[in-house]
């Protein structure tokens, strides 16, 4: 259902330019906000092709938050590692994670066309979601109170009008010319041959990263049996003579048992490590890789793009719906860019792992990396990826705790037992909205106590979670949830505070925290929470 004026422009609240797992994610966010949106997109359909290969936690979650975990996890191998190895083929470095902070494993298998038909189908839920495919976004103007689009879509000529649009459009964005960012960054000088297997001989379950400076070489498992391989191409084999079959066949044969294991795909790319240097005007919004570019080594570009879907959608729903001022989307980009360089960071220390220059210099990090496994603390950094950057946005929407560094964090989310012994994952009992999430064992009536209607953000949803080691769950009333921690993953949150008062956003990240000391009541916390709405009014 899409409103024209009498011009026979479409109308919406926001638009979005390009249906990848960015464009998409944002448009479901949005459609379950009641936003009114436009999603365009130039194909006739999602991608067909594999694309990226492994999804997070972290994404897992922003699928639960668009009620699409299940569809999404039935395509999904959950739960695998990587193991790296020397030119000899010794292992040396684990990263086998077995942690649950988010509520899923750290590392799963995908495919992106499945990923994508699911948010494509979905999206019919929403009445106020349209869907334009085959339409080519030609032209974005821009002016104080909206935006103009205009499409091409089978010759004809199409308008779109928004208060703010999203571009999501891609590596090659056009958005990004339109708003004057330029990408800042660089470009790798090695050329990879991707190719990817419909079925594999190969057993192993985790990626092998073959860390040889003769080749090196990744395979990654995938689900149904599926399996890929990304080799490293050398200056003197030119991109012709990299994409034939024969050649692919070689480095197979090489690799080990799937020299003649069926190949979907071969495609040869060059990596970016790039971002915008600007990633919005006042109403247009850049967003996934039209805002930043990550080699494939960590395995995050599209994650990072979920990341900022849902940074972003619950803001510009917020501002569309009066509820906060447009002030709240100047956070978008200080929240989300420092955090997607830092994983473009770590996916270039991982290329460097991964493509030593010499024998010489391989052998010296992989020793390194060895004698520190010996080191348990050092074991557990790499095996359970304590290296990754955490989900933490250090300025933003978000009011300082008084050092405990919680404000800024993506909120654990361990499963509850409530009084009547049934679990409930915590973002169950959030819903989409904000939520008041009361910890400790005075949980229940510091959450009864808050007058969470005076901070102005609509409903807030109160949650009370008591330790894992209290074994009588607090009685619920109708306007509190309660559960027991099972997973006790707020258990080093209340090492630092008895009790504790959380205001979190719709995105899972914590706006408030405050430590109830006291000198603390729930009125401050009221108080720190309606001075930092009212920051986002101009
Ligand atoms: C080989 C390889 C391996 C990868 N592995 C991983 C991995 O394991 N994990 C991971 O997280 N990421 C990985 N990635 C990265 C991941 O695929 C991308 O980051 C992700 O697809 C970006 O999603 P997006 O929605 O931002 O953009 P895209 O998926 O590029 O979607 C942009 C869409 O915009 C449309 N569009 C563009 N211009 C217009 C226009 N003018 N009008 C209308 N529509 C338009 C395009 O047609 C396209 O559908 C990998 C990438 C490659 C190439």
Not at 232 to 246: D, F, I, R, V, Y
Not at 364 to 369: D, I, R, S, V
Not at 414 to 439: C, M, Q, T, Y
Request: contains cysteine; neutral net charge; charged residues 25%.
């Amino acid at each position: 259902m899409t409103d024209a004026n009498e011009t026979g422009t479409l109308t919406c609240d926001v638009a979005i330019v390009g249906a990848g797992p960015t464009g998409m994610t944002i448009a479901h966010l949005l459609g379950q906000a009641g936003v009114r949106t436009i999603l365009i997109e130039r194909n006739a359909t999602t991608v067909t092709q594999p694309r990226a290969v492994s999804i997070d936690d972290e994404a897992l979650r922003t699928m639960q938050a668009i009620d699409l975990a299940d569809e999404v996890i039935a395509d999904v191998m959950l739960d695998y590692g990587s193991n790296y190895f020397t030119r000899h083929g010794v292992c040396f470095a684990k990263v086998e994670p077995v942690t649950r902070e988010y509520g899923y494993p750290r590392r799963n298998a995908f495919t992106q066309p499945k990923l994508e038909a699911t948010l494509r189908d979905a999206l019919a839920r929403y009445p106020h979601v349209t869907t334009l495919f085959e339409h080519d976004c030609e032209v974005v103007e821009e002016d104080a109170e909206g935006v103009t689009l205009v499409l091409r879509a089978d010759g004809a000529e199409r308008r779109v009008r928004a208060a703010y649009v999203v571009g999501s459009d891609g590596a090659r964005s056009n958005l990004r010319r339109v708003i004057g960012a330029n990408l800042v960054g660089s470009t790798y000088k090695q050329r990879w041959l991707i190719v990817d297997l419909a079925s594999t001989q190969e057993r192993f379950r985790q990626t092998r990263v073959m860390c040889d400076p003769a080749r090196p070489f990744i395979t990654l498992p995938g689900p149904g049996g599926i399996r890929r391989y990304e080799f490293m191409l050398h200056e003197n084999e030119n991109e012709e003579a990299a994409s034939t079959p024969e050649f692919a066949r070689e480095l197979l044969a090489a690799a080990g048992p799937d020299a003649d294991s069926p190949v979907v795909r071969r495609q040869v790319y060059t990596f970016h490590a790039r971002k915008a240097d600007k990633w919005n005007s006042p109403r247009v919004f850049l967003a996934g890789d039209a805002a930043h570019l990550s080699p494939p080594f960590a395995g995050q570009g599209m994650n990072s793009g979920i990341r900022d879907a849902h940074n972003l959608a619950w803001k510009l729903a917020a501002v569309v719906k009066g509820r906060m001022g447009p002030r709240l989307l100047d956070t978008y980009e200080r929240e989300r860019a420092p955090h997607a360089w830092a994983l473009i960071e770590l996916a270039m220390t991982m290329g460097r792992i991964m493509m030593p220059k010499s024998n010489r210099q391989a052998a010296l990090m992989q020793n390194a990396f060895r004698a520190a496994s010996l080191v348990p603390p050092v074991q557990a950094y790499f095996a359970q990826m304590k290296y990754k950057p955490k989900p933490y946005y250090e300025e933003g929407f978000l009011a300082g705790d008084g050092g405990l560094a919680t404000a800024g964090r993506m909120l654990s989310q361990p499963w509850l037992e409530r009084r009547d012994r049934s679990r409930i994952r915590l973002d169950e009992a959030v819903g989409h909205g904000f939520a008041l999430v009361a910890i400790g064992p005075g949980s229940q009536a510091l959450a009864a106590q808050t007058d969470v209607e005076a901070i102005g953000l609509g409903p807030v949803t109160r949650i009370a979670v008591v330790p894992q080691k209290i074994t009588l769950v607090p009685r619920e009333d109708e306007d509190v949830i309660a559960g027991r921690d099972l997973d006790n993953l707020f258990g080093p949150l209340l090492a630092k505070a008895e009790n504790m008062l959380v205001l979190l956003r719709p995105d899972r990240y914590v706006a408030v925290a405050l430590r109830m000391t006291p000198a603390q009541t729930p009125g401050s916390f009221v108080e720190i929470a309606k001075r930092l709405v009212s920051t986002t009014q101009l």
